[in-house]
Each structure stands twice: as C-alpha cells, then as structure tokens.
C-alpha cells in the first residue's frame, strides 16, 4: 500500500547540507498499523511527509496504492492527497469554524454538495465519537476531542491512507489510549492502512503490527513488534527494549560477571517467553526435572497488543551436564534465551 524506495531528502541550510533521510526504504501492507520510532532528529517527520510529497525526495520513489506520486504533475498530486489523511500533534482546526464546518472542509475543497457532505460527515461523527459536538467550536472542546475531528475530517474524503505524524504526543495517558483505541476500531472496521510515526514505545506496543526503528535518518531495523521487543536486533533498539520493559542486568550482578565459564561458575540467562508460554511453570519443570537451583533475579509479562511476551534474568546453579540439559530442554520448548555471563 505505501513504498518507500531508496528515499533521501537532503536540506540546505546557510552553513552545510543536512542529510534528514539516507536511502531509506520501506514497505507498508494494506490494512496495517506500521509504527516509526526514533528520536527528535532521527528523520521521522521527514520521512513521513515525504508519503504524500508535503516533502519531495532528492533521491527514490515514493508510492502509495500503486501509483508512483513523484511523477505526477500537480493537479494529478492535489488529486492524489485527496487519497491521503493525516493528523497532526496540534490538531490544526480552524478556530473559527465548528466541528462540522471543520470537518466539512476538504470535501469543500473538492466542491462536495452540501447533501453529499452530510451524508459523508454524519457517520463520520458517529465513528469518532463526536454526537453532540458538531455545533462546538474547538476551543470548547478537550484536547482528546480535538484529535477526534482532527481524524474525522482526515477520514473525510475516504482515503487509502492514514497518516500520523504524533497525534498523541500532546495527549495525557488517558486521552492517548482512547485515541489509540479509536484508530485501531477505524483499521478494524474499514481495512483503513495507517503509518504512523511516534517516540513513545506504548503506542507502538498498544496498536502497531510492524515496527521501524530510525536513527540519524537510517531505518536501522523493521520488524513485526512482537518480534522488535523479543529479539531486537540493534544496540539501540536492544537499550530502548530494556528500558521499556525494565529487564536492566543490575549494576551490582553486572559487577560480578564474566565472560567465559569457568570452574564453578554458573550462567546468567536471558529468557524471553513467548504467547501460553509466558503463562507456563516452564522454570518450575526445568528445576524440577534436572534438579538444578534457578534463581530467579528479574522477571515481567507483558503485552504487546494481544501477544503476552515474558522475560526472566535468572542464574543456573548446578552441575554442568544438568545446566545443559537445562539449556537444551528450553531450546526444545521453543524459548529464546542468551547467556549475558557468568558469576561465581
């Protein structure tokens, strides 16, 4: 549904040349959720206005739904966006005009009737959840219910894409999780393809399917998300994982490993457990069945949509044969795990 090929975008400032984005691709299947995370500077912005060519490439293809849009001159461009909603961090209402008159405003531009604007904006506000608001103006209205016509009126012209650059990143925690909620029911009920971009992990975790992970304008890894939180790939995304999921080895065991077995010496694992696995005693049978000690020094479950994904930091304390047979008896059930070291 949405190709990025081979994309650079180069700024020339007063003093040098930035390079916002270098030969990045990526791929977004229809009907998906596909998150961008990355740091102010990573090339988030500049990469997600360069989809509908607010930002035009130095370098690649851009296409959304089959059509290369680089080519098209700009009448078949301004025809093109129409195919294209986006939300914004601000909301960008017009102050002077209500919810419905905002809403109303790009079929406006595309000189919609007024019967025919009606029939499109009333389910609209049904769909986001805004009966009883259509005669509000913005500044009568919470900031959760600004996001909301910000996202009827992107709906507004039934585009095959929807595009998010932070819309919840104003938001409280609350408010942000029944914006989320309500893009992923638009998805689920309309098939509707959504890229999003954000530096908070929750969003990624509460909604997307797929994920990229962009530093310094370079995509450094794209994965499904359960996949980006059970096996990240990179040093970066492996630090943000952790410090999302709280699975930091200790100062004070860090002190204490190694990096090589030795006599007496018992591995430090990571265990990463995934879907009915996070809810089994697999620990409990392994020591049990090979009568070795695990002890147990950091554990969490959590969720990332509707995948459970467990991780457990535990020490193997035993002879070696059995702490092998450990090991073996987790590769067999499926489990990912790495031994980060040793300790005495």
Known sequence: MIELINISKRYNTANKEILALDNV?????????YGIIGESGAGKSSLLRCVNLLERPNEGQVKVAGRELTVLSESELRTARQRIGMIFQHFNLLGSKTVWDNIALPLKFINKKEDEISQIIKPLIELTGLAGKETSYPHELS???????????????????????EATSALDPQTTQSILKLLQEINEKTGLTILLITHELEV???????????????????????????????TLAKNIVENSLKMHVPAELKQELSDQ???????VVRIVFRGKLAR??????????????????????EFIGENAI???LAELRGEEEPIQQTLRFFSDKHLEYEVVGYVS
């Open 25 to 33: 691709s990526i791929h977004v299947t229809k009907g998906s959720i």
């Open 143 to 165: 900031g959760g219910q600004k996001q909301r016509v910000a996202i009827a009126r992107a709906l507004a012209t039934n585009p095959d894409v929807l595009l998010s650059d």
């Open 204 to 234: 990624i975790k509460t909604i997307c399917d797929r994920v990229a992970l962009m530093d310094r304008g370079k995509v450094l890894e794209a994965q499904d998300v359960i996949d980006f939180f059970a096996h990240p790939q990179t």
């Open 261 to 267: 077995s030795a006599v007496k010496k018992y591995p």
């Open 280 to 301: 089994e005693a697999v620990i409990s049978m392994a020591s049990r069945q090979f009568s070795i000690d695990i002890s147990i020094v950091q554990s969490n479950i």
């Open 310 to 312: 467990g991780f457990l």
